[in-house]
């Protein structure tokens, strides 16, 4: 903060510790800044195939309900849901994206007093909703670069500092912003260890982008782990990240909890329209994930070119390392018409977080990045 905030001794104490969220450049934003006309965002790890069409024609059959209050309860999204999961739909909470069920954990089962655990380089919202409501973050070691899964949680880390007021364990899977994913194996005997009394919260924002024979139905976990509370969006694979709609899966008694402090109307009612139509849209799912592999490879090949060391990604996303100049590289991009994300946040300065676009996308972002390093 460069200067004293004037109300800051009024403000709940831990709130003067924290820094708003810094998202990825809006495009218009840049096009305003630079007066560029083409420009490229791999900021945000949207889906860069846009919205599907049947979700765009289902929400222009209800702008007519625009002036009405959605439906608080979500019922025909949640049957939908619960539908395709094969869990009952009490089981289900609705976010305004997964962030805001991921804030309303923390209401619920964190506060001062408490302990969140949670890894070095993960998403960080847990950071946010740990600290607003006043809980301890305890932060585990992440794997080093030259280990096995560089930059990944190191379940074993995370095992050593449960105490006795550990409440909450986030877990990321696969983790933004390092796209390191942690087998279902070790992670289900992470879970089977732990005390009962500890909430564990699985994130999979990007569970759809796994290859298939890696994707396991962790909600059926939740039979012999009831503590476990797992996260998922629209806003990735699905593509609605505009709309803002996510949903935990959790023993129905957490889901009462959580419902109790869900601000009213949490979800609109185009979001969830718009998520009811998404998921049964399975041929975009494919798709997505399909050009999102071809994409990772493209951009793999493209930085091993360039000799950049990257993290292999399990997400729609991929990390690469452009060293100490890295704010320079950003900056430089930007001029090129490519918006990247910059990780300093994260504690990962010499790093650049790059979304998979589409191919002529990636290919704008090599290209412009080539020429970038040739002048710092
Ligand atoms: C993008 C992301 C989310 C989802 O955010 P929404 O609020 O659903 O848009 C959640 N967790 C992680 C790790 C993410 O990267």
């Known amino acids: 903060m460069a200067s004293k905030n004037l109300f800051c001794d009024l403000a709940f104490e831990p709130i003067n510790g924290l820094f708003p969220y810094q998202p990825g450049k809006p ?16 900021a945000s790890n949207e889906n860069p195939l846009g919205p599907s069409e049947s979700v765009k024609k289902r929400i222009q059959q ?140 699985i994130d999979e924002a990007y569970g759809e982008y796994l290859d298939e024979q890696n994707q396991v139905d962790t909600t059926k976990w939740l039979q012999s782990c009831p503590n476990l509370i797992i996260t998922r969006t629209f806003s990735k694979a699905y593509g609605l990240a505009g709309l803002r709609i996510g949903y935990s899966v959790s023993h ?16 609109n009612s185009l979001g969830l329209v718009a998520a009811e139509t998404a998921l049964q849209d399975e041929e975009y799912i494919r798709k997505s994930r399909e050009m999102n592999k071809q994409g990772l490879k493209q951009l793999s090949k493209g930085f091993k070119q360039l000799d950049l060391d990257y993290i292999p990604s399990a997400g729609n996303f991929i990390t690469v390392k452009v060293g100490e100049k890295s ?50």
């Not at 129905?252 to 979800?267: E, G, S």
């Open 27 to 42: 495009i218009d934003e840049l096009q305003r800044e630079l007066g560029l006309k083409d420009v490229v965002k791999l």
């Open 252 to 267: 129905p008694d957490i889901a009462n909890l959580l419902n109790r402090v869900r601000h009213p109307f949490n979800v």
């Open 62 to 201: 209800s702008l007519d309900d625009l002036s009405l209050y959605p439906d608080g309860n979500g019922f025909y999204l949640k049957k939908a849901l619960s539908d395709k999961l094969g869990v009952p739909a009490d089981m289900i909470t609705l976010g305004n994206g997964s962030n805001d069920v991921l804030d309303a954990i923390a209401r619920v089962f964190l506060s001062s007093g408490r302990e969140c655990i949670y890894s070095e380089y993960a998403f960080v919202v847990y950071a946010i909703a740990t600290q607003s409501v006043g809980a301890t973050a305890r932060v585990s070691k992440a794997y080093q670069p030259d280990q096995q899964s560089p930059y990944g949680h190191d379940l074993a880390a995370m095992e050593a500092l449960v105490t006795e007021k550990t409440s909450v364990i986030f877990i990321a899977n696969p983790n933004n912003p390092t796209g390191t994913w942690i087998e279902p194996e070790a992670l289900k005997q992470f879970i089977n260890k732990l005390p009962r009394h500890i909430i564990i919260v």
């Open 327 to 376: 704010a320079d590289i950003y900056t430089r991009l930007l001029h090129e018409g490519v918006i990247v994300r910059p990780i300093a946040a994260y504690k990962m300065p010499q790093h650049l977080r790059v979304s998979v676009g589409l191919p002529l996308e990636n290919e704008k972002l090599l290209s412009a990045l080539k020429k970038v390093l040739a002048h710092v």
